[in-house]
């Protein structure tokens, strides 16, 4: 079983490795695209801040994350499971789990295309959702050799957003978090983001933890039945419904 995740948009700032090695990475084949990538966005970086910013959709305040741009090449690096701060990340805690279960991960990036937690970066930004000059948009840029190169075998359980899911579009569970509430007396279910990143972010690790192994989106529900989730089953999705 293969679990997709996105990157986080809370990043540590600062490494305490080797500068990028980018032909050490991982998954080799995308070192072409990953340069060219790489190339457009320091050309962005380098250029007048306040179109850097607008293309990059940043505010005012993350000028800081240009300047770390600029410095891909040289900055120390870290690996990619202590790069990554988020939520999702902050209940996942991947640094906890061993190699068999950090294996069965890969988190797709806008300047990288896919990442292993063991891949060593350098601190950036550049979400997946952006239209980089002059390659234009980052998914369709990362779906051909994304297509080419990853071949999984057995579930595929993908927890990625939109915009990274469009990258490489591969028949797989979708994991969608519902929170219900009683309102006047009526059961509603909604969907809420920061929420929804923390549960995924759970659920990733009890699959990870205990090990879980499923062939179909039932069997996947049952065990995370069995781990304390309740869960549906819907058009090939999990929902997990988290009450109130």
Known sequence: ????????????????GEPLDLGGLSHSALTPTR???????????????????DVLG???????????NREIKKAPTLRASDLYTGVLYDNLRLNDLDEAARAKVLIFSGLWG????DDRIPPYRLAMGVALPPL????????????????????VVDMRSAPYAAAWKQPSVGVRVLRESVVNGQVRRTV?????KATRGAVARDLLLNEVEAETPEELAKALEALGHTTEVSLGT???????
Not at 192 to 196: K, R, T, Y
């Open 136 to 155: 234009g948009g980052l998914a369709a840029t990362w779906r051909p050799v994304l297509t080419r190169t990853l071949a999984p075998r057995g579930l």
């Open 1 to 16: 079983m293969l679990i997709l995740l996105p990157p986080s948009e809370g990043k540590a700032t600062e490494g305490d």
């Open 58 to 68: 940043l505010t005012e305040g993350q000028r800081d994350a240009v300047l770390r």
């Open 35 to 53: 340069r060219k990538v790489l190339s457009a966005l320091l050309k962005v970086s380098k250029g007048a801040q306040r179109p850097a910013l």
């Open 114 to 117: 896919v990442l292993t937690p």
């Open 192 to 196: 809420v983001s920061h929420m929804a």
């Open 238 to 244: 999990i929902e997990v419904i988290v009450k109130e």
